[in-house]
Nanobody
Framework: VRLAESGGGLVQAGGSLRLSCATS????????MGWHRQAPGKQRELVAS????????NYADSVKGRFTISRDNAENRLYLQMNSLKPEDTATYYC????????????WGQGAQVTVSS
């Protein structure tokens, strides 16, 4: 199983980035997915999740209205569009897969760094 994030980088406050997560070794269309982030000295938090079908999404209050999670089951890819970025969004972002959103995430990527400058 492999999950690989890409698309991170350095951006000014107010800017946008799009993260991508390429998956292999799992039946992608059967897994719910999530984007988590962890900033230095802080606990990891789930910022966005999406059901296997893609019909239902959920967001942390801190990113609601600015981030959009989506998936392409034909391409086995997960995305996170991040707009109106703030310095407090600076973190390492991880994609993860779970059999259901009320269960633990089983598979994780290696992370992508997002840095937002003020």
């Amino acid at each position: 199983v492999r999950l690989a994030e890409s698309g991170g980088g350095l951006v000014q406050a107010g800017g946008s980035l799009r993260l991508s997560c390429a998956t292999s070794g799992i039946w992608f269309g059967s897994y719910a997915m999530g984007w988590h982030r962890q900033a230095p000295g802080k606990q990891r938090e789930l910022v966005a999740s999406i059901t296997a079908s893609g019909l239902t999404t959920n967001y942390a209050d801190s990113v609601k209205g600015r981030f959009t999670i989506s998936r392409d089951n034909a391409e086995n890819r997960l995305y996170l569009q991040m707009n109106s970025l703030k310095p407090e969004d600076t973190a390492t972002y991880y994609c993860a897969a779970t059999t259901a959103l009320n269960k633990e995430f089983l598979y994780w990527g290696q992370g992508a760094q997002v840095t937002v400058s003020s």
